[in-house]
């Protein structure tokens, strides 16, 4: 090959060399060397990252470093193109554990982007005062305790962008951020306390959310005329929204909730034209309907627990507000509408009106309207049958109102999508429509406190999804719908207060209701003994196991939103509504009904069961010892029976058993003094003439216990006790028949007889005593 072909080879290979990603230069050795004395320097956890998920997956990426790889094909490691400095290092979710806290320097000197985020840090990384050049630093989701370090003030002074410090436990003041170039400062949930630090006008993001920042918002954030965010909820900032806030013109997100903020809203806002969102809930804030802001970009505003008042004008709403999607205005002062109009002419998502003063007409939700409450108000009048045009409803709350009429029929199936439907305290009347249809997605139906008559719609059991159904005084009648139990989904079924009747016949080997935790069938007209096939079927209330991660309260969620399902019981002997259930509380209550018989022994396998009320029945026998195996029982009522015979000494094992009514029943002997039991005053045991011990002033005879008696033994002793009486009462009657016979004469052959048992007794009563006592001694 010439000479020439040689060169021109050469030179095609270092083209080609040159213009291939591969080719790109090495890391520099220094680099290298001062990456692997950093994995060397730390120690790996594999507990380290605790915070990681889905998207961020954990495991050691500094295992795979290896000095005979170029460190920029390190997992973790961006490099330069042209030069090869290594310019970031990516180690979230890294076992890096408790580590990195020596004096020694990472002699990264081009290094723009470090991100420690989920890697169980305890203390700011020391080696970040060696790095001069850093825009973007990530430390959030650690452990990171104490005051911010004074040296890290001087850490990327001039150079320093964005600033991640969220999700630790960072305490102290801050003064002032002084970072020029800082755009994104993100102080989430920390511990830090005093006066809100405000960021240099650089600053586009800031948040500042969930920690206990105290004071005023002082005017000098009005001078952030760069800012987009600003995010100051879950605080305790006091006082008024500054005056100048209006001069924030580029602000898109403004949060303030979850403060102590009061006053009106400050009339300078309309000039930010951009804001999209504004969130003001749960503050102190006083003030009319905003109508006067204007905002065309605004789709979500949030003004809920305040005190908001007056009138809302439905049409200049539309006008200020085309662009609203999310409307959320509960728990305030506002009344009534200046309007005839409803929101079905919007395109309004989430429609939030609940415990307000708002009154008359029903008003229509959107036809896009997925989740629509106006609970607790004084709206009146019937439920239109339009209401069934809002097919992609997920949550409707018409709750305690002044509704009247008979529901439309097309309620019950009128869209795929709708998840809870209360319509409960409210007016309503007729039957329950009976047209539940396959496919449909209903988890909660309160239609409590009503005045539904008839019989349940057999149709209920297509309802494959529900969790809660709450029937509750109403005027239905008709037998226990034992076919609810195919539901497998079914845990609260509440049907209180109604006139149900009948016995709860539930044949053997018949799996029904295996997920029922509350079950409240009293004031009914039920009768019969107590239902032991039905209890041996409450899986749910003898194995909790299932449920040891389920959330805390039977909450169902929805976008930018969520339900409560809440109930009234009769807890702990005070009928109260739970506002939030939560999904370990198990309850029966068949009270106030006509149950006869036993106590089942069985009911003592519901080892989760919390509350036990079967009161005001007509109950005999003993209260089975099985009772004392319900370990987490909280209350318990069986007052008002004919129960008899001693209180078991294994209730003493109930240690959680705060209220107690065994009140006008039948029990005799000791009352129990274990655990808390001594704690349990006299109320509880009233009506119980032959009880006692504390707390009743009546002393027991030495050795009496509480289980000396059981119902057997109670009877016998009142059947001998009872001859006893009858044979000492005929006696006292004989003697005084015979007296008065002596006395009169007549007639005159007992008068002779019982003067010749006279003259034997005074001749036997003269004998020497010595063969008196021999005769006994015989």
Same mark, same amino acid.
């Given at each position: 090959?010439?000479?020439?072909?040689?060169?021109?080879?050469?030179?095609?290979?270092?083209?080609?060399?040159?213009?291939?990603?591969?080719?790109?230069?090495?890391?520099?050795?220094?680099?290298?060397?001062?990456?692997?004395?950093? %994995?060397?320097?730390?120690?790996? !956890?594999?507990?380290?990252?605790?915070?990681?998920?889905?998207?961020?997956?954990?495991?050691?990426?500094?295992?795979?470093?290896? %000095? !005979?790889? &170029?460190?920029?094909?390190?997992?973790?490691?961006?490099?330069?193109?042209?030069?090869?400095?290594?310019?970031?290092?990516?180690?979230?979710?890294?076992?890096?554990?408790?580590?990195?806290?020596?004096?020694?320097?990472?002699?990264?000197?081009?290094?723009?982007?470090?991100?420690?985020?989920?890697?169980?840090?305890?203390?700011?990384?020391?080696?970040?005062?060696?790095?001069?050049?850093?825009?973007?630093?990530?430390?959030?989701?650690?452990?990171? @305790?104490?005051?911010?370090?004074?040296?890290?003030?001087?850490?990327?002074?001039?150079?320093?962008?964005?600033?991640?410090?969220?999700?630790?436990?960072?305490?102290?003041?801050?003064?002032?951020?002084?970072?020029?170039?800082?755009?994104?400062?993100?102080?989430?949930?920390?511990?830090?306390?005093?006066?809100?630090?405000?960021?240099?006008?650089?600053?586009?993001?800031?948040?500042?959310?969930?920690? !206990?920042?105290?004071?005023?918002?002082?005017?000098?954030?009005?001078?952030?005329?760069?800012?987009?965010?600003?995010?100051?909820?879950?605080?305790?900032?006091?006082?008024?929204?500054?005056?100048?806030?209006?001069?924030?013109?580029?602000?898109?997100?403004?949060?303030?909730?979850?403060?102590?903020?009061?006053?009106?809203?400050?009339?300078?806002?309309?000039?930010?034209?951009?804001?999209?969102?504004?969130?003001?809930?749960?503050?102190?804030?006083?003030?009319?309907?905003?109508?006067?802001?204007?905002?065309?970009?605004?789709?979500?505003?949030?003004?809920?627990?305040?005190?908001?008042?007056?009138?809302?004008?439905?049409?200049?709403?539309?006008?200020?507000?085309?662009?609203?999607?999310?409307?959320?205005?509960?728990?305030?002062?506002?009344?009534?509408?200046?309007?005839?109009? &409803?929101?079905?002419?919007?395109?309004?998502?989430?429609?939030?009106?609940?415990?307000?003063?708002?009154?008359?007409?029903?008003?229509?939700?959107?036809?896009?309207?997925?989740?629509?409450?106006?609970?607790?108000?004084?709206?009146?009048? %019937?439920?239109?049958?339009?209401?069934?045009?809002?097919?992609?409803?997920?949550?409707?709350?018409?709750?305690?109102?002044?509704?009247?009429?008979?529901?439309?029929?097309?309620?019950?199936?009128?869209?795929?999508?709708?998840?809870?439907?209360?319509?409960?305290?409210?007016?309503?009347?007729?039957?329950?429509?009976?047209?539940?249809?396959?496919?449909?997605?209903?988890?909660?139906?309160?239609?409590?406190?009503?005045?539904?008559?008839?019989?349940?719609?057999?149709?209920?059991?297509?309802?494959?999804?529900?969790?809660?159904?709450?029937?509750?005084?109403?005027?239905?009648?008709?037998?226990?719908?034992?076919?609810?139990?195919?539901?497998?989904?079914?845990?609260?079924?509440?049907?209180?207060?109604?006139?149900?009747?009948?016995?709860?016949?539930?044949?053997?080997?018949?799996?029904?209701?295996?997920?029922?935790?509350?079950?409240?069938?009293?004031?009914?007209?039920?009768?019969?003994?107590?239902?032991?096939?039905?209890?041996?079927?409450?899986?749910?209330?003898?194995?909790?196991?299932?449920?040891?991660?389920?959330?805390?309260?039977?909450?169902?969620?929805?976008?930018?939103?969520?339900? !409560?399902?809440?109930?009234?019981?009769?807890?702990?002997?005070?009928?109260?509504?739970?506002?939030?259930?939560?999904?370990?509380?198990?309850?029966?209550?068949?009270?106030?009904?006509?149950?006869?018989?036993?106590?089942?022994?069985?009911?003592?396998?519901?080892?989760?069961?919390?509350?036990?009320?079967?009161?005001?029945?007509?109950?005999?026998?003993?209260?089975?010892?099985?009772?004392?195996?319900?370990?987490?029982?909280?209350?318990?009522?069986?007052?008002?029976?004919?129960?008899?015979?001693?209180?078991?000494?294994?209730?003493?094992?109930?240690?959680?058993?705060?209220?107690?009514?065994?009140?006008?029943?039948?029990?005799?002997?000791?009352?129990?003094?274990?655990?808390?039991?001594?704690?349990?005053?006299?109320?509880?045991?009233?009506?119980?003439?032959?009880?006692?011990?504390?707390?009743?002033?009546?002393?027991?005879?030495?050795?009496? @216990?509480?289980?000396?008696?059981?119902?057997?033994?109670?009877?016998?002793?009142?059947?001998?006790?009872?001859?006893?009486?009858?044979?000492?009462?005929?006696?006292?009657?004989?003697?005084?028949?015979?007296?008065?016979?002596?006395?009169?004469?007549?007639?005159?052959?007992?008068?002779?007889?019982?003067?010749?048992?006279?003259?034997?007794?005074?001749?036997?009563?003269?004998?020497?005593?010595?063969?008196?006592?021999?005769?006994?001694?015989?």
């Amino acid at each position: 090959m010439k000479r020439h072909q040689i060169l021109g080879l050469l030179h095609f290979l270092f083209f080609l060399h040159s213009s291939l990603p591969f080719a790109s230069p090495l890391c520099p050795p220094d680099q290298r060397d001062s990456l692997l004395h950093f %994995k060397n320097s730390s120690v790996l !956890d594999v507990k380290a990252s605790d915070y990681c998920h889905s998207s961020y997956p954990s495991y050691p990426k500094t295992n795979l470093w290896n %000095k !005979d790889v &170029d460190c920029c094909l390190w997992d973790g490691v961006t490099c330069e193109n042209v030069t090869g400095n290594v310019i970031g290092l990516d180690l979230t979710c890294n076992w890096l554990g408790d580590a990195l806290y020596s004096n020694s320097s990472l002699l990264l000197p081009k290094l723009e982007v470090l991100l420690l985020r989920s890697c169980n840090l305890t203390r700011f990384p020391y080696f970040l005062n060696s790095l001069k050049g850093l825009k973007d630093l990530d430390l959030s989701f650690n452990m990171i @305790s104490g005051e911010i370090p004074e040296w890290f003030s001087g850490t990327s002074h001039d150079t320093l962008e964005k600033l991640i410090i969220s999700h630790n436990l960072l305490n102290g003041s801050i003064q002032q951020l002084h970072r020029k170039q800082l755009f994104y400062i993100d102080l989430e949930k920390n511990l830090f306390q005093g006066p809100l630090p405000i960021p240099p006008p650089s600053t586009s993001y800031f948040y500042a959310s969930d920690n !206990d920042f105290t004071g005023e918002i002082p005017s000098s954030i009005c001078k952030l005329s760069s800012l987009k965010l600003l995010d100051l909820s879950k605080n305790s900032l006091s006082g008024y929204m500054p005056p100048c806030f209006g001069n924030i013109t580029n602000l898109v997100d403004l949060d303030l909730s979850n403060n102590k903020l009061q006053g009106p809203l400050p009339r300078s806002l309309v000039k930010c034209a951009n804001l999209s969102v504004l969130l003001l809930n749960h503050n102190e804030f006083s003030d009319i309907f905003p109508h006067w802001l204007g905002v065309p970009q605004l789709y979500l505003l949030d003004l809920q627990s305040n005190n908001f008042h007056g009138r809302i004008n439905l049409r200049a709403l539309k006008l200020s507000f085309p662009a609203l999607a999310y409307l959320f205005l509960s728990n305030n002062n506002f009344i009534g509408w200046s309007s005839m109009e &409803d929101f079905s002419n919007t395109s309004l998502l989430v429609i939030d009106l609940s415990n307000n003063k708002f009154g008359g007409p029903f008003l229509l939700p959107s036809p896009v309207t997925s989740y629509y409450s106006i609970a607790s108000n004084n709206f009146a009048g %019937k439920i239109p049958s339009l209401i069934c045009n809002a097919t992609e409803v997920e949550m409707i709350d018409l709750s305690n109102n002044s509704l009247m009429g008979s529901l439309p029929p097309c309620i019950t199936n009128f869209g795929t999508r709708l998840s809870i439907l209360n319509l409960g305290m409210n007016n309503l009347e007729g039957t329950i429509p009976q047209s539940f249809s396959s496919g449909n997605s209903l988890m909660t139906l309160d239609l409590s406190q009503n005045r539904f008559e008839g019989k349940l719609p057999q149709s209920l059991e297509k309802c494959g999804f529900l969790e809660v159904l709450d029937l509750s005084d109403n005027r239905i009648k008709d037998t226990f719908p034992r076919w609810l139990g195919i539901l497998p989904q079914l845990k609260v079924l509440i049907l209180r207060s109604n006139h149900f009747e009948g016995f709860l016949d539930i044949p053997r080997q018949i799996d029904l209701f295996p997920k029922l935790k509350m079950l409240d069938l009293s004031n009914n007209n039920f009768g019969g003994p107590l239902p032991a096939n039905l209890i041996m079927n409450l899986k749910a209330m003898m194995n909790g196991n299932d449920e040891l991660e389920s959330p805390l309260y039977m909450t169902q969620y929805f976008e930018k939103s969520s339900y !409560d399902n809440f109930v009234i019981v009769a807890l702990k002997g005070y009928g109260l509504t739970l506002m939030k259930i939560r999904t370990r509380l198990t309850i029966i209550d068949l009270s106030y009904n006509s149950f006869e018989g036993d106590i089942p022994e069985v009911i003592g396998h519901l080892n989760f069961l919390n509350g036990l009320n079967l009161s005001h029945n007509h109950l005999i026998g003993s209260i089975p010892p099985t009772l004392g195996n319900m370990v987490n029982l909280e209350w318990l009522d069986v007052s008002s029976n004919k129960l008899c015979g001693g209180i078991p000494t294994a209730l003493e094992n109930l240690t959680f058993l705060e209220f107690l009514n065994l009140s006008n029943n039948q029990l005799i002997g000791r009352i129990p003094q274990g655990n808390q039991w001594a704690t349990f005053e006299s109320d509880s045991f009233i009506g119980n003439p032959g009880l006692c011990g504390t707390p009743f002033p009546k002393e027991c005879s030495p050795g009496l @216990s509480s289980s000396t008696f059981n119902c057997k033994g109670h009877e016998i002793w009142f059947k001998q006790n009872t001859v006893w009486i009858g044979y000492s009462s005929g006696i006292v009657i004989g003697i005084s028949i015979a007296y008065i016979a002596v006395e009169i004469g007549r007639p005159r052959w007992l008068a002779q007889g019982v003067r010749m048992l006279e003259r034997k007794a005074a001749e036997w009563m003269e004998k020497p005593k010595q063969k008196v006592i021999k005769f006994y001694g015989q």
